[in-house]
């Protein structure tokens, strides 16, 4: 079981490569582009051209079934779960079957709203909170995997 980090932006790195160390995860992986350069003990770190989505794909290309991956990209949340990963997003919100399409169809919706002139909502300022959601929520997946050996 690989851990891999869609790491451009990603407020969690550390607290994921933890939890993996601590649930002896084989490898960890971290995605970025060549604009967000980041590099950790204990993770390999794959840097790809900087461009629309290039981290995304790179790192749908190794995901494999039972691999988990940390992403707030519905899109590579979708393809991920369609590989039968684990994903979960920043905030602890697993991402399943059940939620994927109306994600999804918000993103889209937010999308044609900017694209006609308007305003979306952006993200608040990182809570200690949301970071404990995060780890509360990759425990309850190693769980989860332990379980089902």
């Given amino acids: 079981m690989k851990l891999l980090v869609d790491a451009d932006a990603c407020p969690v790195v ?19 582009d060549t604009s967000h ?63 994927i399409g109306s994600l999804l169809e918000q993103r889209h919706l937010s999308k044609k709203i900017r694209m006609g002139g308007g305003r979306t909502k952006g993200p608040s300022k990182r809570t200690k909170e949301q970071d404990d959601a995060f780890l509360k929520s990759l425990k309850k997946i190693f769980s989860s995997i332990k379980n089902t050996l």
């Fill in 14 to 32: 550390d607290i994921a490569l933890r939890c993996a160390k601590e649930n002896d995860v084989d490898e960890c992986i971290l995605l970025c």
């Fill in 37 to 99: 350069l980041i590099e950790r003990d204990g993770a390999r770190t794959i840097v790809v051209s900087k461009g629309a989505d290039s981290a995304d794909f790179a790192l749908v290309n190794l995901v494999k079934a039972g691999d988990i991956v940390v992403t707030q990209d519905y899109g590579l949340a979708a393809m991920c779960l369609a590989k039968k990963a684990y994903v979960l997003n920043q905030n602890g919100l697993i991402f399943n079957e059940f939620n």
